[in-house]
T-cell receptor, first 115, second 111 residues
């Protein structure tokens, strides 16, 4: 089954404790991205990757890191989480290239709480 | 900077009604527009993708139209059902690899 998986689905942590949220897709997609969703603000892109070893900032990259060492995986790293990073996070992938001409497929989400 | 607005923010209708959800965007230089559905606590599911050269797309009871010149898209849902209850989001792709999402329309269809 074609899908995007994220782990963990739920995470409660404390300020400053490094964490990684994994994302994996089995559709051989070139493009992957991370979003956060906050009430009243909608979905905002954090980082995206057009291919292996190619990543770039989205609208809200501060406080986050990503890496794309393999085509299928795109982990999101919070080196020193803060309470304002409490949010619902989504990973997405697409086979589209220059214009995202193809459908984006979303993972089920990771609900992160930073105390 | 692209801004995407969805009206109404919330909608509650009886089963069987035909619905129109609106999405407007400020910069008409777009590549495509995509409509998504989001169920509570879950990820987004793509419903329809309209390329900038297209006027509309249809899938079952759903029809999405695009008018680039006026910066508007509508999602038409025919004969609504309780299972259609969800939040509907539109996303505009301007070619920068960073889609801009609207805040969504929360739809409740009651029996």
């Amino acid at each position: 089954e074609a899908q995007v998986t994220q782990n963990p689905r739920y995470l409660i942590t404390v300020t400053g404790k490094k964490l990684t949220v994994t994302c994996s897709q089995n559709m051989n997609h070139e493009y992957m991205s991370w979003y956060r969703q906050d009430p009243g603000l909608g979905l905002r892109q954090i980082y995206y990757s057009m291919n292996v070893e190619v990543t770039d900032k989205g609208d809200v990259p501060e406080g986050y890191k990503v890496s794309r060492k393999e085509k299928r995986n795109f982990p999101l790293i919070l080196e020193s989480p803060s309470p304002n990073q409490t949010s619902l996070y989504f990973c997405a992938s697409s086979s589209g290239t220059l214009d995202l001409a193809d459908t984006q497929y979303f993972g089920p989400g990771t609900r992160l709480t930073v105390l | 900077k692209q801004e995407v607005t969805q009206i109404p923010a919330a909608l509650s209708v009886p089963e069987g009604e035909n619905l129109v959800l609106n999405c407007s965007f400020t910069d008409s230089a777009i590549y495509n527009l995509q409509w998504f559905r989001q169920d509570p606590g879950k990820g987004l599911t793509s419903l329809l993708l309209i390329q900038s050269s297209q006027r509309e797309q249809t899938s079952g009871r759903l029809n999405a139209s695009l008018d680039k010149s006026s910066g508007r898209s509508t999602l038409y849902i025919a004969a609504s059902q309780p299972g259609d209850s969800a939040t509907y989001l539109c996303a505009v792709n301007g070619g920068s690899y960073i889609p801009t999402f609207g805040r969504g329309t929360s739809l409740i269809v009651h029996p």
